[in-house]
Structure formats: structure tokens, C-alpha cells
């Protein structure tokens, strides 16, 4: 067994109990449903129209029940293959479907590498958070995935981003050599010291982006012990993608990717915003260094998937994820701006016209455009009116990732659903 299966079994990541199945359901990006359809299908997947997903990598289980449970409530439906080489977090995982009497789950024990032979698929979405960085070859481990990709499916990734972990790479480095031939629980005793005497000047006690890892015995781990761990800036990223013939759908969530939201300078703005949208991604980047980790959807290459709204898009109903923003929005005073600040403390603020913000306060993941249209008042003119008025609001909350598109779509017949 390599240092990297040992370390899971020894220490499966994240934390977690099934008991703490009956207190709450975890939906992060990018296992939420609404996000998943939005980027991967443009918002379009018809009710019926079974979604076959795998989580390669699924460590104990929170991509695998966010969507084993979305998928389950939700008209599309669809079923969850479970994949990692670790037993100790398969059997936590196992623990919190039981808890929950999922039935839509299966599990398979083994390695990514091998998944065209151990679960064939296809699959019309494949989460691999947090795992392509921990192995030998990313690049094989993502071709391997993308052999069990349906031709329309995508990927949901998440992999280290290298400027948020500044400080991350010392301290592992520190430890190697305070503690060579120590075990692992011996490591991690002394990585408790280690920290609790590191002084100021530390970059690893001034980065303030990576500690909620430091919560338990398994984030102290991950974070600071692990023996294959690799970061990423943002052309490293899209190598990696277009080595298995993909392309990036979009980074979530996107505004922390683009340097309109980022800097101010009117001069460099320009600069900046004349560059191709890769190389904005990267300035931005190098802009924040805020980003410990790049979440992304990846399509293949010639899938030409987009989430454009346009004015025949009536009937689309938008689906609110953690509604932080649109709560910033209905609770700001009307007429004055409203303040968005993400978890790493990077503001956006921006304002919007009365009646744009009670359009906005009606976003539910219930009413359709035209419903909003109908309801926000007669100040927001025609349908044509409204739309031109609400697209950039659109996109700006597609950016902040706090709305996801879906598209009224015909049910699916049986040559469809599988
Ligand atoms: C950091 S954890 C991430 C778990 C989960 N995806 C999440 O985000 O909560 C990495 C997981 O990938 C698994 N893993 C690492 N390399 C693997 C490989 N080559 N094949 C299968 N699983 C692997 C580990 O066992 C571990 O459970």
C-alpha cells in the first residue's frame, strides 16, 4: 500500500460521523445539482432524463450524499457510483447512506487509474474533488475519467490552487525534516506543537485562507502532512484539462476569475480586460492570491454547452444556491449599493435600481422569468424591457454563484431515460 492509501485508512478525509447525517445535509460546489446542470448542460436536462454520476475519489461521502439526496428529490433523478481506494472512508460513507436510507448509491473499492475496468459507466457527470492533485500522474488519472465520460457529460473538479496555500508548502517541508522517521501519529503530534509555537513572520500562520483545515486530526493531515500533494495556478490548470481533451466550462465562482470585478484602476483594468479570457483568469488570479483551490467544470472539447439567457428564455426559472447574496440584496436599504463579501474576504459591490432589486428578491428556484417580470412591477417597462435590465443582473449572480439557470425541458421519453 503507497503513503497515499495508507494515509486514507489511517485517517479518511473529511471528518465525519453518520450520526451528523440527522443534524444536516453538506452541498458545496461542486456537488450541488442546479450548479451541475447549469455549467455541465446549460441549464437544459429533462425531467426523467436519469443522471448517472460517479464520485472518483469520494473520500467519506460529501459530494457522494449531496447528490445521492439532490438526485433523489429531484425531478431529473438519477443514480451515484461511489469510487475510492480507501475501505476506512468507504465505510464512513456507507454509514451515512445507511443513515439516511439512500438507495440510489452503489460502492466500488479501487483506484481511479483502473475505473474504465472497475466501473465501465458511462457517466454523465464525474465529481473529483480534492483528489487529481494527491496522484502519481494527474493527467493519467484524468484520462482514465474521461474514457467513462458520456459524449454530452462533464466533470466537476476541484484541485489545490497554489497562491492561497502560500505558507502550506513550508510547513510540510518543516515537518519532513523535524520528524523523518516518526509515524504518522507521531507526525501529527508534532505538527500540533509545530504550530502552536510558530512565530509571526510564518507564512503558513499568516495565511488566513487555509485554517478551517486545522479543525480535526484528518484537515491537519490533509493540509500539512500529506506525502503527494501538488498546487495549481491557472495555466497549469488548463494544461492539465487539455491534456485529456477538455475544456474548462467555467471556474465557480467565476468573478474571483475575472479582473472587471478586481481591479479598480481604470488603466490596468483596461489592460487586463484586453488580454483573452485565459490569460484574464490568470491576471486575476495573481491579482487576489486568494484562491487555495480552483473548482471548475470541465466539458469535452467540442461540446459547445453554454449558459446564455436569452429573451425567448421565459419559462426559465433560476435556482438560488446559499442565498447570502440575494439576502444582501433584499436587505439592503432600496437605491443603495449592495456588498457581497466571499469567505476569503474579497468584496464586489454593485448597485441596482429599485425595482431590479424586488426582480431579484423573487428569485426562489420556483417562478419563471415571466412570472418575475409580472410580479416586479410595472416600472420594469416591457418583457423586452425587463430583459435587457435583468441579463447583467443575471450574469453577475451567475458570477457570484449564487443563481443557476434550468430550462423549462420537455420530459424525457423513453429513448432518452436511461
Ligand atoms: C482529499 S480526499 C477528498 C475526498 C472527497 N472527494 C471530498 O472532497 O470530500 C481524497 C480522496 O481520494 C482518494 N484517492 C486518492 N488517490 C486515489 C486513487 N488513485 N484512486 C482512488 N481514490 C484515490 C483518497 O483515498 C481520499 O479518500
Known amino acids: 500500500m503507497d503513503k497515499v492509501h495508507q494515509q486514507y485508512e489511517a485517517y479518511p478525509y473529511p471528518q465525519r460521523d453518520p450520526r451528523e447525517e440527522a443534524e444536516r445535509l453538506l452541498v458545496m460546489s461542486p ?70 436510507g439512500l438507495r440510489n448509491l452503489r460502492f466500488v473499492t479501487g483506484r481511479i487509474e483502473d475505473v474504465p475496468a472497475l466501473c465501465p459507466g458511462p457517466y454523465d457527470y464525474i465529481d473529483c474533488c480534492g483528489v487529481l492533485h494527491h496522484l502519481e500522474c494527474p493527467e493519467r488519472g484524468l484520462g482514465a475519467l474521461v474514457e467513462v465520460l458520456a459524449p454530452d457529460g462533464g466533470l466537476g473538479i476541484m484541485v489545490y490552487g497554489e497562491t492561497g496555500r502560500t505558507g502550506v ?16 501519529a507521531g507526525k501529527v503530534e508534532a505538527a500540533h506543537r509545530l504550530l502552536a509555537d510558530l ?82 483568469a490568470a491576471i486575476a488570479e495573481l491579482v487576489t492570491c486568494a484562491l487555495h483551490k480552483h473548482t471548475f467544470y470541465a466539458v469535452r472539447r467540442e461540446n459547445p454547452v453554454a449558459t446564455r439567457l436569452t429573451a425567448a428564455d421565459r419559462n426559465a426559472v433560476l435556482m438560488p444556491f446559499f442565498d447570502q447574496v440575494l439576502n444582501e440584496i433584499r436587505s439592503a436599504p432600496p437605491g443603495t449599493p449592495v456588498s457581497h463579501r466571499d469567505r476569503g474576504g474579497l468584496s464586489l459591490t454593485f448597485s441596482l435600481s429599485p425595482p431590479l432589486a424586488r426582480a431579484a428578491g423573487l428569485i426562489d428556484g420556483q417562478r419563471s422569468l415571466a412570472q418575475i417580470h409580472a410580479e416586479a412591477g410595472a416600472e420594469l417597462g416591457s418583457w423586452e424591457g425587463f430583459f435587457d435590465a435583468f441579463l447583467p443582473l443575471y450574469e453577475l449572480l451567475v458570477a457570484v454563484g449564487a443563481v443557476h439557470l434550468r430550462h423549462a425541458v420537455p420530459v424525457a421519453d423513453r429513448g432518452q431515460a436511461s
Not at 429533462?46 to 439532490?70: K, M, N, Y
Open 199 to 280: 512565530p509571526e513572520t510564518n507564512l503558513f500562520r499568516r495565511n488566513t485562507l487555509v485554517k478551517a483545515d486545522l479543525a480535526d486530526d484528518a484537515g491537519l493531515v490533509d493540509l500539512l502532512l500529506h506525502p503527494r500533494d501538488i498546487a495549481y495556478r491557472v495555466p497549469e490548470v488548463r494544461r492539465l484539462v487539455a491534456s485529456a481533451g477538455l475544456r474548462i466550462a467555467s471556474f465557480t465562482p467565476s468573478w474571483l476569475y475575472e479582473p472587471r470585478f478586481l481591479l479598480k484602476d481604470p488603466e490596468l483594468l483596461a489592460r487586463a480586460s484586453a488580454r483573452p479570457p485565459e490569460e484574464q
Open 169 to 184: 508548502y513550508h510547513v510540510q517541508d518543516l515537518l519532513r525534516r523535524l520528524t523523518p522517521e516518526d509515524t504518522l
Open 31 to 100: 456537488s450541488h445539482l442546479p450548479e451541475v446542470i447549469h455549467h455541465v448542460f446549460g441549464g437544459r436536462r429533462p425531467r426523467g432524463r436519469r443522471l448517472r454520476v460517479l464520485v472518483a475519489g469520494g473520500g467519506t461521502g460529501d459530494s457522494t450524499i449531496a447528490l445521492a439526496v439532490q438526485l433523489s428529490q429531484d425531478p431529473i433523478g438519477g443514480d451515484v457510483t461511489y469510487l475510492d481506494m480507501s475501505e476506512a472512508s468507504r465505510a464512513i460513507c456507507e454509514g451515512r447512506a445507511r443513515a439516511r
